[in-house]
């Protein structure tokens, strides 16, 4: 399964939610910034985001 987003805001912050599962189990990763910073750190946590894999355990 891929992953979700899905970003949300209020007057002063944003949040992007990113989630998926894998084995059963869900996995979380939340971003929140105040809205004129938001856009700034961005493609620092896309990128974070997409370096993140979680591992087979046996």
Same mark, same amino acid.
């Given at each position: ?12 912050? $944003? ?31 896309? $990128? ?11």
């Amino acid at each position: 399964m891929g992953a979700i987003e899905l970003v949300s805001s209020d007057r002063e912050l $944003k949040k992007l939610e990113v989630w998926t599962l894998k084995h059963d189990k869900a996995y979380f990763v939340t971003y929140v910034a105040e809205v004129g910073k938001y856009d700034r750190f961005l493609p620092v946590v896309e $990128k974070m985001i997409k370096s993140l894999e979680v591992a087979d355990t046996k």
